[in-house]
């Protein structure tokens, strides 16, 4: 008789936890996976939260990580019915009313629209995007450095004023800092600028789509792949204690660093409990989404096509708002992403409406309330926005924590992506994914390779535990 109830018990079910499940059952493993909220998926969540019949994702909702990403396309979730959607124009960035720079699926293209800097676009971005497939498994795997690996590091290791010391048109740095801007980092950083490329070539590699039916498509695809394995999932039991849980071979956590301590910390050393300790995290998530009558009316035509809308301002202006935030102090106008899903994907509001939502960047624990300084800001980039807002619903870093556990303080990345916390993830490793407890493993966004719908924390947690216990 086995001395395990099951072989692996998974803690969370987010994207990582999911994969990490799903790769666990494919090798022939008996998995159950523990969720603390009612709805599984964590960063997967989509709902109905402004009116009925406008799908809104709760935290995702483009997904060039994961299209690029080697766990998800080692999946084939297509197999699970998951489908994608998107158009020509990934991003586009409002620099001021009325003038803009676009990302566009065709490097070429893009590159067209930024003047003085169309040669450099089209051979750095160009050349990177060509490359999606081996620049995904460099960026998935990164303790393992391949050639692409070190070609982005050597052209994007730099803070991001130093990469925008090469380009001379507004828009294209205005496009490039607001890339990089994604990493909710300090932009004067170093590495910044390789989210900032990353996410650009990827623009141009797989485009930035949107899941059909809402970003919660990709959790019930890894869900019906696992149940059809044979694997369980419980919702609705936060786990506190390492005890709650049936006896398992391995227990993979797909939470916070602070929850792995409380689950698990008199399991794990006091050097590794105490690399835990000091995990810090970043700024946090202002989150707004409506219905809204028809679209979004924005000034630039050009605006109406983007998947993605960046109201980021100039290069300078988005350096500002992201060093404020990282201070501690709420800018004056913080950076707005928001995403146009339901242009991408038309089943995801009613004919002729508009499901519509984003964040705004905000300092670690913010507890204001800036819902009308937000919608004071898209009304300047697209007068008449307010007259046209049916419903909102606001989700601010204090619900952000609420909704989920793994974001405290409302911060969105598991630990702050600097250059330190990208590599020393919770701490130097080469299997970064072990904790002190050989049957314990952390495989949430707070291991390599970080935040982001990658599934990669969880499958090379995954294909640890196989490896050190199958
Ligand atoms: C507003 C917002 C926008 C984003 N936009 C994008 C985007 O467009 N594209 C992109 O690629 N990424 C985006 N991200 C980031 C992405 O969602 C996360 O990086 C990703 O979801 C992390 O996955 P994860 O599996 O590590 O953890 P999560 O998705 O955070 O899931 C963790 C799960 O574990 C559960 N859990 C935690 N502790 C316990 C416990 N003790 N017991 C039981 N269950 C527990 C939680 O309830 C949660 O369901 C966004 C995030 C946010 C918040």
Request: proline fraction near 7%; charged fraction near 20%; charge should be neutral.
């Amino acid at each position: 008789m086995s001395a395990y109830d099951v072989d692996a018990v998974i803690v969370g079910s987010g994207p990582n936890g999911l994969v990490a499940a799903v790769t666990l059952a494919e090798a022939g493993w008996r998995v159950v996976v523990y969720e603390a909220a009612e709805t599984p998926g964590g960063g997967l969540r989509s709902g109905e939260v402004t009116l009925p019949g406008f799908i809104h994702d709760c935290c995702a909702s483009n997904h060039p990580m994961a299209m690029a990403s080697p766990a998800f396309r080692a999946l084939g979730l297509e197999r699970e019915g998951l489908a994608f959607a998107q158009n020509d124009v990934p991003l586009g960035h409002a620099i001021r009313p009325g003038v803009s720079g676009f990302v566009r699926r065709s490097a070429a293209e893009t590159a067209a629209g930024f003047g003085a800097d169309e040669k450099l676009w089209r051979a750095v971005m160009g050349t990177f995007g060509s490359r999606w497939r081996q620049l995904g498994r460099a960026i998935g795997n990164p303790l393992r450095p391949t050639p692409d690996l070190i070609a982005l590091g050597a052209t994007s290791v730099w803070p991001t004023p130093w990469l925008l010391g090469l380009l001379r048109d507004e828009r294209s740095r205005a496009v490039l800092s607001g890339l990089a801007a994604h990493a909710i980092v300090d932009l004067r950083q170093p590495a910044t600028a390789l989210v900032g490329v990353a996410l650009g070539a990827f623009a141009h590699g797989v485009g930035w789509p949107v899941a059909v039916g809402g970003t919660k498509s990709i959790a019930d695809a890894l869900i019906a792949r696992l149940t059809s394995l044979g694997g369980e999932i419980v919702t609705g039991t936060r786990i506190s204690r390492i005890e709650e849980l049936p006896r398992a071979r391995a227990v993979l956590l797909d939470t916070s660093p602070r929850d792995a301590l409380k689950i698990a910390g008199h399991r794990f050393s006091p050097s590794y409990a105490n690399s835990l300790h000091r995990m810090r995290y970043g700024a946090a998530a202002y989150k707004v989404d409506w219905a809204i009558e028809g679209e979004v009316p924005w000034l630039d035509e050009g605006m109406r096509e983007a998947g993605f809308v960046h109201l980021g301002g100039s290069a300078e202006q988005v350096i500002a708002a992201e060093r404020d935030v990282a201070k501690g102090r709420m800018p004056e106008e913080p950076f707005l992403l928001l995403s146009q899903a339901s242009r991408l994907d038309p089943s995801r509001a009613p004919r002729g409406k508009s499901a519509f939502g984003g964040y705004a960047h905000v300092p670690f624990g913010f507890d204001g309330d800036i819902t009308e300084a937000i919608e004071a800001r898209i009304e300047k980039f697209a007068p008449g926005f307010r007259e046209r807002i049916l419903a909102r619903h606001v989700t601010d870093p204090r619900a952000m924590e609420a909704l989920n556990p793994n974001q405290i303080g409302g911060s969105i990345d598991g630990g702050v992506p600097d250059l330190f916390q990208l590599i020393a993830r919770p701490r130097l490793s080469l299997n970064p994914a072990a904790t002190s407890d050989p049957g314990i493993f952390l495989c949430s966004a707070s291991t390599v390779p970080g935040p982001g719908v990658t599934g990669m924390p969880g499958r090379l947690a995954a294909q640890l535990a196989l490896k050190r216990l199958g």
